[in-house]
């Protein structure tokens, strides 16, 4: 069965370093999203992407925050300056259409430190 | 056991009787509802959806209602299993938009064997 994978599964860094969250979507898909769960808490909408642009971004997704697909495969999420309070469970979804059931990736636990 | 009423944030139930799991959604606009199951560790897995012009929707031991008139959702599983034991959430969306899902708090499903 397809799924969403992400990696790394674990990234630690030091506050006002950059990363970068990696997603494979799933191939047929063409909807992708990235949200985010801190510790204990709902999961949160950061921002939905479609035909190589956004669609959609929350409040959270500001100019710290970028998206990108760089091939055919790949769809990362980059902060460009981490903040401790940007520690949390980061997942990447996909979807065939915009009103169609999202898969979930298994998250990346981000820890800024 | 079963409950319902309002949102619980753990659920405690015996092995092989039925839960019933309440979210109240927030949009009345939203037209697409989906319950999502968490496991530790893990990305939402989806389980069930329902369009807002159905008020019941049933699947291998899982039911969801809607009542839109309150915007109550609720996910009733039949039979309760250990594997069932995880965080429950509701989510919304507005079908004509970007797929931007808004979930609710979740619900801790503790099943007792």
């Known amino acids: 069965e397809p799924e969403v994978t992400q990696t790394p599964s674990h990234q630690v860094t030091q506050m006002g370093q950059e990363v970068i969250l990696r997603c494979v979507p799933i191939s047929n898909h063409l909807y992708f999203y990235w949200y985010r769960q801190i510790l204990g808490q709902k999961v949160e909408f950061l921002v939905s992407f479609y035909n190589n642009e956004i669609s959609e971004k929350s409040e959270i997704f500001d100019d710290q925050f970028s998206v990108e697909r760089p091939d055919g495969s790949n769809f990362t999420l980059k902060i460009r300056s981490t903040k401790l309070e940007d520690s949390a469970m980061y997942f990447c979804?996909?979807?065939?259409?915009?009103?169609?059931?999202?898969?979930f990736g298994p998250g990346t636990r981000l820890t800024v430190l | 056991g079963e409950s319902v009423g309002l949102h619980l944030p753990t659920l405690s139930v015996q092995e092989g009787d039925n839960s019933i799991i309440n979210c109240a959604y927030s949009?009345?606009?939203?037209?697409?509802f989906i319950w999502y199951k968490q496991e530790s560790g893990k990305g939402p897995q989806f389980i069930i959806d329902i369009r807002s012009n159905m008020d019941k929707r049933q699947g291998q031991r899982v039911t969801v209602l809607l009542n839109k008139t309150v915007k109550h959702l609720s996910l009733q599983i039949a039979a309760t299993q250990p594997g069932d034991s995880a965080v429950y959430f509701c989510?919304?969306?507005?079908?004509?938009?970007?797929?931007?899902?808004?979930f609710g708090q979740g619900t801790t499903l503790q099943v007792k064997p």
């Open positions: 989510a919304e969306t507005l079908s004509s938009n970007t797929g931007k899902l808004i």
């Open positions: 949009n009345s606009a939203s037209d697409y």
């Open positions: 979804a996909s979807s065939l259409g915009f009103n169609n059931e999202q898969f």
